[in-house]
C-alpha cells in the first residue's frame, strides 16, 4: 500500500518508522532492566537460600569453611544492587547463571526448547490468523445467517473454555478414542525426530493453540468488516456494480484490517500464555516443563531469565505490529 | 463498445450491522444461570450433609449413572459434588482476587489521574511495563517465592491483574477533571481529598464495579491454570484446576467424564458471567461496541 504513495511519502515513511521502532526500543530496554531488577529484588526477598538449597540435608555434615566459600564464590551475600550488576554484565554476554533444579547452565536450558515452542507458537499463530481471516470475512459476508451465528456462537464459548481443557478432550477423541494422530511429545518412542513425525506429532498442539487463539481475531475482523460496509468508499464501489467478493477483499478488508495489525502485537502475552499450558498437556519439549519446574524447585535464575526473555517478545511483538501499521497505513508514518 | 443494456445490480448481502438484539436474550439466560449457580454453590454445601472428599473405592472410575451423575473419580468420588465445591473454591478466589485488585487499581488509577504530572507518567510508565510481562508467567514467578497456597494465588492473581483498573480509572478521572462540577467544588473551598472522595470516586464507581465484574472469569481462569500446572491450591483440595489435573489420569483409562464436568460447568458460569455483565455495560456506555468482549 505503500506504493500509491511513491517518491518522498516513501521516503518519509522509512524515517517515520525508523523513529517508532527507536522509540519503541527506547521504552523496551528500560523495561527489561527494570523487570528484571524487580525479579532480582523478589528473589532475593524470599526466603530461599541459595546455597542450602544446593546442599539440602547435607549442609549438616558439610564443612563451614566450604559453605562459607560457596558463598563468598556466589556472592550471595553482597548488596542485591551488586549482584544485579554482576548478573546483568554475565547477561549481556550470554551467561545467564546456572539453573539449580535442572544442573545445567540457564542458557544451555532454554537453548534446548526454545526451538520447540518457537515452532509451536509460530504454526499455531499463524493458523489462527488464517482462521480469524477466514471465519471473521465470512462471518460478516453472512451477517445473521445461521453460519454467522454458529461461528460467532463457538467463538463466545471457545473464549470461556480453558485452553488446557481443550487440550485434553482433544487428546482423548482424536489420540486415545480414535487413535489419528499421535498425542504426546515429539517422537514416538526412541526413535530420532524426522520432519515428518515432527509435523505429525505438531499437528494437535498447534489445532488446539490456533482454535484457542482464534476466536478474538474472528469476532475482531467480523466486527470491523461490519463497520466498514457502511464506509463511503465500500457504498462506491457496491454502487459501482461490483461483485461482493470483489468489495470484500478488494476494499472493505483492507482498510478494516489496519486494526487488526495492533491486535496482533497485544495478543502475543496471550499466545505465550496459552503455549505454556498446550506444551504442558501435550508433553512439548519446550519451555513450559522447564518453567514449572524452575517455578517448583524456587529455581530463580532460570525462572528470571524465561520471565525477562518473554517480555522482551512481547516488547518486540508491539514494535514489529507498529512498523507494519506505518507500513500498511502511511498516514501514521506521515504523522510520525 | 461497451454494453449499454440495463442489467439489474448483482444482489449483495454486505449490510450494515444489525442492531443487538434486545438485551433480553443475553440477560435472561445468564441471570438465570448465574442464579442456579449461585444457589448451587452457596446453599447446597450448608444444607446438604455430603462429603465431597468422601471416598469409595467400590464405585471408583464409574461412568456417569442415575446415582452419579457426572460419575465418580479415580477414588471414588462423586464428580458433581466435587464441581460444586471447586467452583465454590475457584469464584471465592476469584471474587476475591478481582476485588483485591480493583481497589489496589482503583487508588493507583486515582492517584495518577488527579496528581497528574510527571508522577502520572511514572506510574503509566510502570503499569504499561508490568502489562508488558506475560500474566501467567508473573503469577508463576509470585506464586514459586510464596509458595503454591490459597492465599499465594489469590495475591498472584491481584498482582497481575489490577493493571487493569488502574488504566480505567485513570482516564475516567482525567477526563472527569476537566468538567465544571469538579472545578465548582474547587471553587467552593473543596479540599483536594474531598474532590477525590466526594466527587472523583463516586463517578468512576459504575466502571470499577463494572470492570470488577468483568475481571472474576478472568481471575478464575488464572487460578484454573496455576491449579493445573500444579501450581495452584494444595492437590486435594476441590478447584477446577485440580480436577481437571487429576482427571488427566484418569483420561488415559478412558475416563473423559472426570474432566468434562468441571470444564462445562466453568463455561457455562463464565458464558454467564459476561453475558450479565456484557448487558450491564452496554447501559453504561450504550456507544461501545457490544460484540467484541460480549
Known amino acids: 500500500m505503500t506504493n500509491a504513495h511513491p517518491g518522498p511519502a516513501t521516503r518519509g515513511t522509512a524515517r517515520s518508522i525508523g523513529r517508532i521502532a527507536l522509540r519503541r526500543l527506547a521504552f523496551a530496554v528500560p523495561v527489561l532492566l527494570v523487570v528484571s531488577f524487580a525479579l532480582f529484588v523478589l528473589a532475593k526477598a524470599s526466603p530461599f537460600d541459595p546455597v542450602e538449597r544446593y546442599f539440602g540435608v547435607r549442609i549438616i555434615g558439610a564443612s563451614p569453611e566450604r559453605v562459607a566459600q560457596l558463598r563468598e564464590n556466589w556472592g550471595v551475600d553482597e548488596p542485591v544492587v551488586a549482584q544485579y550488576w554482576a548478573w546483568l554484565t554475565h547477561a549481556v ?11 545445567q547452565p540457564v542458557s544451555a536450558v532454554i537453548g534446548d526448547r526454545l526451538g520447540w515452542t518457537v515452532l509451536l507458537v509460530s504454526v499455531g499463530f499463524a493458523l489462527a490468523l488464517v482462521l480469524g481471516l477466514l471465519l471473521g470475512t465470512l462471518a460478516a459476508w453472512r451477517q445473521g445467517s445461521w453460519l454467522d451465528r454458529s461461528i460467532t456462537g463457538s467463538c463466545y464459548a471457545l473464549e470461556a473454555a480453558p485452553v488446557f481443557w481443550l487440550g485434553l478432550a482433544v487428546l482423548y477423541v ?17 526413535e530420532p525426530p524426522s520432519v ?26 467480523r466486527q470491523n468488516l461490519l463497520e466498514s460496509f457502511t464506509q463511503d468508499h465500500v457504498i462506491g464501489a457496491r454502487s459501482r456494480g461490483l461483485p461482493d467478493h470483489l468489495v470484500v477483499s ?36 519446550g519451555i513450559a516443563r522447564a518453567t514449572v519446574e524452575a517455578a517448583l524447585n524456587v529455581d530463580f535464575a532460570l525462572l528470571g531469565a524465561l520471565t525477562v526473555m518473554a517480555t522482551g517478545v512481547v516488547l518486540l511483538g508491539n514494535l514489529l505490529a507498529d512498523v507494519l501499521y506505518a507500513l500498511a497505513d502511511p498516514r501514521v508514518a506521515l504523522d510520525g | 463498445m461497451a454494453d449499454l443494456t440495463w442489467r439489474p445490480a448483482p444482489r449483495s448481502r454486505l449490510t450494515a450491522a444489525s442492531p443487538p438484539r434486545s438485551p433480553k436474550w443475553r440477560l435472561l439466560p445468564s441471570a438465570v444461570v448465574l442464579g442456579v449457580v449461585a444457589v448451587t454453590v452457596l446453599v447446597v454445601p450448608l444444607f446438604v450433609e455430603l462429603n ?3 471416598v469409595d473405592l467400590a464405585i471408583a472410575n464409574r461412568p456417569p449413572s442415575a446415582a452419579h451423575l457426572f460419575g465418580t473419580d479415580e477414588l471414588g468420588r462423586d464428580v458433581l459434588l466435587r464441581c460444586v465445591y471447586a467452583l465454590r473454591v475457584s469464584l471465592t ?23 497528574g504530572g510527571w508522577f ?4 503509566m510508565r510502570v503499569v504499561d511495563a508490568i502489562a508488558s510481562v506475560p500474566h501467567l508467567l508473573l503469577g508463576i514467578v509470585i506464586v514459586a517465592i510464596l509458595r503454591p497456597s490459597l492465599s499465594a494465588v489469590i495475591i498472584s492473581i491481584a498482582l497481575t491483574h489490577w493493571l ?36 472523583l470516586l463516586p463517578n468512576v464507581a459504575p466502571q470499577v464495579l463494572l470492570a470488577t465484574t468483568l475481571m472474576v472469569p478472568h481471575a478464575v481462569w488464572h487460578e484454573t491454570a496455576l491449579s493445573f500446572l500444579g501450581l495452584g491450591l494444595p492437590p486435594h483440595a476441590a478447584s477446577i484446576g485440580n480436577m481437571i489435573n487429576d482427571a488427566q489420569r484418569s483420561l488415559l483409562i478412558g475416563g473423559w467424564w472426570m474432566s468434562l464436568a468441571p470444564g462445562l460447568l466453568l463455561i457455562v458460569t463464565t458464558l454467564a458471567v459476561s453475558g450479565v455483565s456484557g448487558v450491564w455495560r452496554d447501559r453504561l456506555n450504550p456507544k461501545r461496541r457490544t460484540e467484541l468482549t460480549w
Open chain 1, 93 to 103: 554476554t550470554g551467561d545467564l547463571g546456572d539453573s539449580l533444579s535442572l544442573q
Open chain 1, 174 to 190: 482424536f489420540a486415545l478414542q480414535l487413535r489419528w494422530l499421535p498425542g504426546g511429545g515429539v517422537t514416538t518412542g526412541s
Open chain 1, 196 to 221: 515428518g513425525g515432527v509435523a505429525l506429532h505438531m499437528v494437535l498442539p498447534v489445532t488446539v493453540l490456533a482454535i484457542s487463539q482464534a476466536p478474538w481475531f474472528v469476532l475482531f475482523v
Open chain 1, 250 to 285: 478488494g476494499h472493505a478488508l483492507r482498510t478494516s484490517l489496519l486494526p487488526f495489525l495492533t491486535l496482533l502485537g497485544a495478543r502475543l502475552p496471550e499466545l505465550i500464555t496459552g503455549a505454556l499450558l498446550v506444551e504442558t498437556v501435550f508433553s512439548w519439549p
Open chain 2, 52 to 54: 465431597e472428599q468422601y
Open chain 2, 93 to 115: 478466589v476469584g471474587v476475591v482476587a478481582a476485588v483485591i485488585s480493583a481497589v489496589a487499581g482503583t487508588a493507583v488509577g486515582a492517584l495518577a489521574g488527579s496528581i
Open chain 2, 120 to 123: 502520572d507518567r511514572i506510574v
Open chain 2, 164 to 199: 487493569t483498573a488502574a488504566r480505567i480509572v485513570r482516564s475516567e478521572v482525567l477526563s472527569l477533571r476537566t468538567r465544571p462540577f469538579i472545578d465548582a467544588a474547587i471553587m467552593g473551598g473543596a479540599t483536594r481529598l474531598q474532590v477525590m472522595t466526594r466527587h
